[in-house]
């Protein structure tokens, strides 16, 4: 385990692709950071189209995160980006930000897209200091609570001049 005093950026990590025998070990942390987590069908889904899927390792070996992105066309889009509950705060979005936009240059893409829960204000102080602009809102596009609906954020990030 990663010490909490030890910064980010004095731990050595790795990305590993995600694969289906990762999800044991990756549901568990989807269901604690998520009031209306994915499941284990979505990203057999989202492994099968192709998407791109990287884990954030540790030196041992533990899971610190991991992403899920689509491209299409010239841009890419950021469906699911997720720090450990127990290692949030350490600076590990803004590493798998920073893979996930050069992963995305490499591919020529010219923008980052991406939606977050109107009530997510970390992720999005998060992604604003990464760049990211608020651009619209989608009405009701996240379950919530009771069986209400909660907007989302849609925000983007400019990869080329």
């Given at each position: 385990?990663?010490?909490?005093?030890?910064?980010?950026?004095?731990?050595?990590?790795?990305?590993?692709?995600?694969?289906?025998?990762?999800?044991?070990?990756?549901?568990?942390?989807?269901?604690?950071?998520?009031?209306?987590?994915?499941?284990?069908?979505?990203?057999i889904d989202a492994l099968a189209a192709g998407y791109e899927a990287q884990l954030l390792l540790d030196a041992?070996?533990?899971?610190?995160?991991?992403?899920?992105?689509?491209?299409?066309?010239?841009?890419?889009?950021?469906?699911?980006?997720?720090?450990?509950?127990?290692?949030?705060?350490?600076?590990?979005?803004?590493?798998?930000?920073?893979?996930?936009?050069?992963?995305?240059?490499?591919?020529?893409?010219?923008?980052?897209?991406?939606?977050?829960?109107?009530?997510?204000?970390?992720?999005?102080?998060?992604?604003?200091?990464?760049?990211?602009?608020?651009?619209?809102?989608?009405?009701?596009?996240?379950?919530?609570?009771?069986?209400?609906?909660?907007?989302?954020?849609i925000m983007s990030l400019k990869l080329w001049p």
């Open positions: 385990m990663i010490p909490a005093s030890l910064p980010a950026r004095e731990t050595a990590v790795r990305f590993a692709p995600l694969t289906v025998a990762w999800l044991d070990t990756l549901l568990p942390i989807e269901q604690q950071a998520y009031s209306h987590p994915w499941t284990r069908g979505n990203f041992d070996d533990q899971l610190l995160g991991y992403f899920v992105a689509m491209t299409v066309l010239d841009e890419v889009h950021l469906l699911n980006l997720t720090v450990a509950p127990a290692h949030q705060g350490r600076g590990w979005a803004r590493v798998m930000l920073d893979a996930l936009a050069l992963w995305s240059r490499q591919r020529q893409a010219l923008w980052l897209w991406l939606e977050v829960r109107a009530s997510n204000a970390r992720a999005r102080a998060i992604y604003e200091r990464h760049g990211y602009q608020r651009i619209a809102e989608r009405k009701n596009y996240y379950p919530a609570a009771d069986g209400q609906r909660e907007h989302a954020i």
